[in-house]
T-cell receptor, first 112, second 111 residues
């Protein structure tokens, strides 16, 4: 069983809408969460990271973290067709030589 | 922008064949990683390294060897390739605690 669970598996939102993606770790030793975005046929690229409880905003993207429940979420407002991609959540285990465990991803489609 | 290159970009081999995938980073990063990506599994870590001569076992190491010859170069070896190793392979590099930069990927097919 994967230690990092993402939901939903796929998501369709209209252009201009809000997309909300979820990620939970089952390993209590996680100290850092990362969100990566992978466009079709491309390699993953880091979008945002978070390690403190609360919220972090960068442009149209907002990440939330609840460390008690080991749950993070990514919210994309005013979604654009260019946001259509596979979104991967990764968790870093404390003291693990920077080892990341990735979830299976959420595939987002933004329809014009 | 950090640079990670991989070769070959595509490889077809037969069951039982030997395959070496190469990765080079010019970012002066200490950490390098090999992942495989399969539908429904996201990215799964095979092996990683925090410096020349160092090797750490990842989550799906069976059937794979790796070697880090220099700070820049990290190799993944499949000595007896099997069809289950057909996948998209990514190499990445990072500093400790910082984002990982991924290469363009190598698509491997084992017939």
């Amino acid at each position: 069983q994967q230690k990092v669970q993402q939901s939903p598996e796929s998501l369709i939102v209209p252009e201009g809408g809000m997309a909300s993606l979820n990620c939970t770790s089952s390993d209590r030793n996680v100290d850092y969460f990362w969100w990566y975005r992978q466009h079709s046929g491309k390699s993953p690229k880091m979008l945002m990271s978070i390690f403190s409880n609360g919220e972090k905003e960068e442009g149209r993207f907002t990440v939330h973290l609840n460390k008690a429940s080991l749950h993070t979420s990514l919210h994309i407002r005013d979604s654009q067709p260019s946001d259509s991609a596979l979104y991967l959540c990764a968790a870093r285990i404390s003291g693990s030589f920077n080892k990341l465990t990735f979830g299976a991803g959420t595939r987002l489609a933004v329809c014009p | 922008e950090a640079a990670v290159t991989q070769s070959p970009r595509n490889k077809v081999t037969v069951t039982g064949g030997n395959v070496t995938l190469s990765c080079r980073q010019t970012n002066s990063h200490n950490y390098m990683y090999w992942y495989r990506q399969d539908t429904g599994h996201g990215l799964r870590l095979i092996h990683y390294s925090y410096g020349a001569g160092n090797l750490q076992i990842g989550d799906v190491p069976d059937g794979y060897k790796a070697t880090r010859t220099t700070q820049e170069d990290f190799f993944l070896l499949l000595e007896l390739a099997s069809p289950s190793q057909t996948s998209l392979y990514f190499c990445a590099s990072s500093d400790k605690g910082r984002e990982q930069y991924f290469g363009p990927g190598t698509r491997l097919t084992v017939l």
